[in-house]
């Protein structure tokens, strides 16, 4: 099947400092990449859609300013958090689905990224 | 919009033995996908099952099917010959008909399963 990456797959860094996730379609392309947080024990909640040469678009009560997505090529997709605090310690994890996929397709998860803002 | 409510946060089967967990949505949605999704303690999202919901047939992968009543708008997953490796959290998930940045997926809150030996 069809792989996606995340790097990193850990990251700790002080508060106020921005953090930058990668998310990689490494054997397909994708014109469109999800993110999604989640906490432990709890569901994954969707934050953005990011769409490949254009603006992300974010869900309801996300702050577009804090959690910057870029989405430069086919393959690859970035979570910038910015001015990190310790509340956005969370797992952050991205999707894929198959460029030309048909509708219903699977879609493909990345491993994850564990975030700790200290 | 559409919502996925899955009830029971916890269930726990004797190993080798069969076990149903339950998920129902709701939609204004003709067409969508339903799927249930395992994420074991590596927090990896793998993919369970699907279910298109214009196909009557139950879908089934080995141990694993589903029991899809449209009606009810109800989607349970059952496992049987439960093994020490499906002790995971499980998602149900929706998905309305579409590709692209329609194909996002919505999902319930979760179960955790506990498989003992």
């Known amino acids: 099947g069809a792989v996606v990456s995340q790097h990193p797959s850990w990251v700790i860094c002080k508060s106020g400092t921005s953090v930058k996730i990668e998310c990689r379609s490494l054997d397909f392309q994708a014109t469109t990449m999800f993110w999604y947080r989640q906490f432990p024990k709890q569901s994954l909640m969707l934050m953005a859609t990011?769409?490949?040469?254009?603006?992300?678009?974010?869900e309801q009560g996300v702050e577009k300013d804090k959690f910057l997505i870029n989405h430069a090529s086919l393959t690859l997709s970035t979570l910038t958090v910015t001015s990190a605090h310790p509340e956005d310690s969370s797992f952050y994890i991205c999707?894929?689905?198959?460029?030309?996929?048909?509708?219903?397709?699977?879609?493909?998860f990345g491993p994850g990224t564990r975030l700790t803002v200290l | 919009a559409q919502t996925v409510t899955q009830s029971q946060p916890e269930m726990s089967v004797q190993e080798a033995e069969t076990v149903t967990l339950s998920c129902t949505y709701d939609t204004s949605e003709s067409n969508y996908y339903l799927f249930w999704y395992k994420q074991p303690p590596s927090r990896q999202m793998i993919l369970v099952i699907r279910?298109?919901?214009?196909k009557q047939q139950n879908a089934t992968e080995n141990r694993f099917s589903v029991n899809f009543q449209k009606a009810a708008k109800s989607f349970s997953l059952k496992i049987s010959d439960s093994q020490l490796g499906d002790t995971a959290m499980y998602f149900c998930?929706?998905?309305?008909w579409g590709t692209g940045a329609n194909s996002k997926l919505t999902f319930g809150k979760g179960i955790t399963l506990s498989v003992r030996p």
């Open positions: 998930a929706f998905m309305k």
């Open positions: 990011s769409n490949e040469g254009s603006k992300a678009t974010y």
């Open positions: 279910q298109e919901a214009y």
């Open positions: 999707s894929a689905p198959a460029l030309g996929g048909r509708a219903g397709g699977e879609q493909f």
